[in-house]
């Protein structure tokens, strides 16, 4: 679905695995997507051995952020992209958040089923044009502490973080949602449309 809403949105996509050769080569910005849980060991805590982890995509997803980090490419953070965005940058995250909801449902759907209330001036609310965005919810594990130099720019109305960022030359943005299963929502495609804007403008000043 990603890999579509970047076509559409004019850009291509190249779909990578633990697997792929020579990567770093081909990369204008990066994408992580959602998945299985990452890895406790990751950010100190212990695995209690309750959810699905795959450590070859932990490490070589975080040599993708580490290298875009290195090399200022812009990244986008989806989901588990985002989570594991915070860890590389020295956060951690809840194991659990079911607990924690309050006002929100811990049901999950592709659909729009919740808020997000963005922050006024974050580059979230200026791409998506909006200060409070119908979201959905696939996730059971949330941003606990905030890595270093990202800022918490949504929350949903229970206050779980809904987004990240960090301002700078190039688009380093994190979302918990799936924007990717809301193509209908304009403000939701605006997203894929700036991580291609910025994707282009990576590429050309490679070029210079």
């Known amino acids: 679905m990603t890999r579509l809403a970047i076509h559409l949105c004019g850009g291509h996509a190249v779909y990578l695995t633990p697997a792929s050769d020579n990567y770093q ?42 290298h875009a980090l290195k090399t200022e490419l812009p990244i986008f953070g989806i989901c588990r992209g985002m989570q594991l965005l915070n860890v590389v940058l020295g956060g951690n995250l809840y194991g659990d958040i079911r ?33 409070r965005v ?26 779980i973080v809904q987004s990240v960022e960090s301002r700078g030359r190039r688009l380093l943005l994190g979302v918990q949602w799936h924007p990717e299963y809301l193509p209908y929502l304009p403000y939701q495609v605006r997203l894929f449309k700036r991580i291609v804007s910025d994707a282009r403008g990576h590429q050309q000043e490679r070029l210079f």
Do not use: C
């Open 99 to 131: 607990g924690m909801r309050v006002r929100t449902s811990n049901r999950r759907s592709p659909l729009p089923s919740k808020r997000a209330i963005i922050e006024r001036g974050s580059e979230l609310g200026f791409t998506m044009g909006l200060n």
């Open 134 to 159: 119908w979201i959905n919810s696939l996730h059971h594990q949330a941003i606990d502490r905030v890595g270093d130099g990202l800022d918490v720019v949504a929350r949903d109305d229970d206050g």
């Open 25 to 66: 080569q081909l990369l204008n910005a990066v994408i992580i997507g959602g998945g299985d849980d990452i890895d406790p060991g990751l950010y100190g805590h212990d695995d209690p051995g309750l959810a699905r982890i795959d450590r070859d995509r932990d490490a070589f997803e975080v040599s993708m952020i580490e």
